[in-house]
C-alpha cells in the first residue's frame, strides 16, 4: 500500500501548480482520488449529504450490481444454448460464452464515456465526475446483448454529453443518464431494441422457439409459457442485467443496508405498481389486463428500474415525503405503460424519464407544505416554538 | 429623419441590419423566435430551404408595407393590421408556391400556412418596423431572414445526413435497402433524429457551438 502511494506522489509533481502537466491536474486527480480517499471533501451537488465522498458511494452500488451482472452472463449463454436442441454445456461454458458476450461492451461503455468525462473535466477545468462509474456498467446491462458496439457508443455519447454535462456535470443532471442512453438507442435503432429478435443471442429463427420476453408477447396476447419461478431465477429472455429477480434482491439489500439506495422509493414503487395491476386485474379485458401483480413485479426491467435507476440520488425526489409520491408514480406509470401503450411493453423506462422531470416539482410542493405548516403551529401556539 | 437622408442606401449601418442577425441578433439561436418551424419543416434541406425563402419573402414584404404605414395605424389596432398584412403575403406565397413547387408545397403542407403564426414575423413588425424608414425595414427583413435559414440549414443538413442519409436528396451514404456504401458495413440511419423532439436538441447543439465561438453572447 505505501509503496502505491509512494508511486502516485511521485507521479504527481508534473501535475501541480507550475509543473509541466499542470493542464491535466484534474485528470491525475480523478485516478488518485479512485485509489485512496482524499483528504477533502466533495463540495458540489450530489454530495452534501453523506460522510463518505462519492467515488466510494458509487464503488457501493457498483458492488451492488455485480451479483445481476454475473447472472446475467450466465443467462446469455443459457439463453443462446437453450436455442439449439439436445445441447448440454456446462454452467462454465454457457457463463464464458456470455463473459466474452458482455465485456466487449462493458470497455465500450467506460471508454466512451470516461473519455469524454476526462476530457470536459480538463477542458472546463472542474473535476472529473464520478457518476460515470455507475453509469457505465448500467448501460450494457439495460441494453439488449446483440446491440452493436457503435450504436453503445453513440448512446453513450448522448447520453454524457447531452444528459449530463451540459446541466453542469453529475449532481446537475435533470435525467438519469443510462435511462436516457437507454431511450436514445431505443427511439434511434428501434429495429435492434425492441422485437422478438434481439433478447437472446444471436437468435435463431427455429420454429416454435420463441425469444420474446415475457411482456413481449403479452403484448401479442400470447400467454406467455415462462413459470413464475424462472421469471425469478431470471431464466427468459431480456436485456443482460434484468433478468433475475433474486441477483436484483441482492444488489437492492446491499443498497438499503449501506443506506445509499432509498427504500421509500423502492417499496413505495413496487406499492404502486402493485396496485395498479390489481385495478387492472378487476377490468381483465386482455391477458396483459390479466396478468397477476406478482408476475408482472417478476417480468421486464422494472424490478431493475426501481432498484438501481428509479433511487439515483440525483435525480429522483430529495425530500422524504417526495421519495414516496415519486416511487408510487414510477409504479404506476410503468404498468399504465406496459398496459395501454403494445408499442412499448415496457414502461419502466419512459416512466422513470417522466417522474425525473416531475421530482423537481414534486420537491417544491412538499417543501412548501411544510413551510406552510411550521407558519401555521407559529400563528396559532407562538410560545411553544419560540 | 434628417441624417436618414445623409446615408448612403449601403452605409455602415445599413449593412448592419443585413448582417447581424447572421450571428450575434440571430433570430432563432439568440432571438428565440421562430423554433417551432424549425423544427418542423427541417428534416430535408430542400423544404428548409423553400420555407426559408418563403419566410424572407414574407418578413421583409411585411416590414415595407407596416414601415409605410406605420404613421397611419392606430397604435391599438395594429395587431390587427399586421395579422391581415402577413395573412396576404402568406396566402401569396402559399399560392406561389402550389404553382410552381407543387411536390415541395405538398410536403411542407401546413406549415406554409403557419408563417402567419411565426414569431418572427411579428417580432420584427413589432420591434422594427413600426419605427423604421421602409428601406432599413426592409434590409432587417432580410437579414432576419437569412439569419433564419442559415440555422435551419444547418439544422436540416444533420437531420437529413444523419436520419435518412442524403444531403439534398442524394444518397451519398449509399442504399439502405440494397445496402450499399456505408450501409454495408452495419451502419444504420437514426429514428430518433427524425423526430421533433431530436431537433429541438440539435437546435440547443447549434446555440451552444454558436456560443462557444461567439463571446459576447454569453450572458454574466
Known amino acids: 500500500m505505501q509503496f502505491l502511494r509512494n508511486t502516485v506522489d511521485k507521479l504527481k509533481k508534473p501535475f501541480l501548480k507550475g509543473g509541466k502537466l499542470e493542464r491535466y491536474e484534474k485528470g491525475f486527480q480523478a485516478i488518485e482520488t479512485f485509489l485512496f480517499v482524499p483528504n477533502h471533501t466533495t463540495k458540489h451537488g450530489a454530495h452534501v449529504r453523506d460522510g463518505i465522498d462519492l467515488k466510494r458511494t458509487m464503488m457501493i452500488v457498483v458492488i451492488a450490481l455485480v451479483p445481476a451482472l454475473l447472472f446475467g452472463m450466465y443467462n446469455i449463454g443459457y439463453q443462446h444454448f437453450s436455442q439449439v436442441e439436445g445441447s448440454d454445456l456446462s454452467l462454465i461454458h454457457l457463463f464464458g460464452y456470455g463473459f466474452w458476450k458482455v465485456l466487449p461492451s462493458i470497455i465500450v461503455s467506460y471508454a466512451v464515456g470516461l473519455g469524454i468525462e476526462f476530457a470536459f473535466a480538463i477542458w472546463r477545468n472542474h473535476d472529473v465526475n464520478e457518476g460515470y462509474l455507475v453509469s457505465g456498467l448500467l448501460i450494457p446491462m439495460i441494453m439488449p446483448i446483440d446491440l452493436p458496439l457503435w450504436m453503445l457508443a453513440i448512446s453513450v455519447v448522448f447520453a454524457v454529453v447531452i444528459g449530463k454535462e451540459v446541466f453542469g456535470g453529475t449532481g446537475m443532471n435533470i435525467f438519469n443518464p443510462a435511462l436516457l442512453a437507454r431511450a436514445f438507442a431505443f427511439f434511434s435503432y428501434p429495429n435492434f431494441m425492441s422485437g422478438d429478435k434481439v433478447w437472446v443471442s444471436d437468435a435463431m429463427t427455429t420454429d416454435g422457439m420463441s425469444g420474446a420476453t415475457v411482456l413481449g408477447s403479452l403484448a401479442q396476447n400470447i400467454t406467455p409459457s415462462y413459470s413464475t419461478m424462472d421469471m425469478f431465477l431470471g431464466l427468459i429472455p431480456g436485456s443482460v442485467g434484468e433478468t433475475s429477480k433474486l441477483a436484483i434482491i441482492i444488489g437492492a439489500l446491499i443498497l438499503i443496508a449501506t443506506g445509499i439506495g432509498s427504500w421509500k422509493i423502492m417499496l413505495s414503487g413496487v406499492i404502486g405498481a402493485v396496485v395498479t395491476v390489481f385495478a387492472f386485474n378487476a377490468v381483465g379485458l386482455n391477458e396483459l389486463m390479466n396478468f397477476s401483480w406478482y408476475n408482472h413485479l417478476m417480468v421486464g426491467g422494472f424490478a431493475f428500474a426501481i432498484v438501481f435507476m428509479a433511487t439515483d440520488p440525483v435525480s429522483a425526489a430529495q425530500t422524504e415525503r417526495g421519495k414516496w409520491m415519486y416511487g408510487f408514480l414510477v409504479g404506476f406509470f410503468t404498468i399504465m405503460i406496459r398496459i395501454f401503450n403494445p408499442a412499448y411493453p415496457e414502461g419502466a423506462m419512459l416512466a422513470i424519464l417522466l417522474m425525473n422531470a416531475v421530482a423537481p416539482t414534486i420537491d417544491y410542493y412538499v417543501v412548501n407544505s411544510n413551510i406552510v405548516k411550521r407558519k401555521k403551529r407559529m400563528k396559532t401556539n407562538p410560545l411553544k416554538t419560540a | ?220
Not at chain 2, 142 to 168: C, D, H, T
Not at chain 2, 211 to 219: A, G, Q, S, T, V
Request: hydrophobic fraction near 55%; charged fraction near 15%.
Open chain 2, 1 to 220: 429623419m434628417s441624417d436618414t437622408n445623409k446615408e448612403g442606401l449601403f452605409s455602415k449601418s445599413n449593412i448592419k441590419l443585413i448582417t447581424a442577425p447572421f450571428n450575434d441578433d440571430n433570430p432563432i439561436s439568440v432571438q428565440v423566435l421562430g423554433i417551432c418551424s424549425a423544427l418542423a419543416v427541417t428534416v430535408q434541406m430542400k423544404n428548409a430551404f423553400v420555407m426559408a425563402l418563403s419566410v424572407t419573402a414574407v418578413i421583409a414584404l411585411s416590414n415595407v408595407i407596416i414601415s409605410l404605414l406605420r404613421n397611419l395605424i392606430p397604435s391599438r389596432i395594429r395587431i390587427i393590421v399586421q395579422l391581415v398584412i402577413v395573412a396576404l403575403l402568406v396566402i401569396l406565397v402559399d399560392l406561389i408556391l402550389k404553382a410552381y413547387a407543387y411536390d415541395v408545397s405538398k410536403q411542407l403542407s401546413v406549415f406554409v400556412g403557419l408563417i402567419i403564426t411565426n414569431c418572427i414575423v411579428m417580432g420584427r413588425l413589432e420591434a422594427f418596423a413600426l419605427g423604421n424608414t421602409p428601406w432599413k425595414s426592409f434590409l432587417d427583413g432580410i437579414g432576419n431572414g437569412i439569419g433564419y435559414g442559415i440555422i435551419l440549414m444547418v439544422v436540416a443538413f444533420l437531420r437529413e445526413l444523419l436520419g435518412s442519409g442524403k444531403i439534398w436528396g442524394f444518397e451519398i451514404l449509399g442504399d439502405p435497402i440494397e445496402k450499399t456504401g456505408l450501409y454495408a458495413y452495419g451502419y444504420v440511419n437514426n429514428g430518433f433524429i427524425i423526430l421533433a423532439p431530436m431537433a429541438l436538441i440539435v437546435v440547443g447543439i447549434v446555440i451552444w457551438v454558436q456560443r462557444h465561438f461567439n463571446r459576447k453572447l454569453i450572458e454574466k
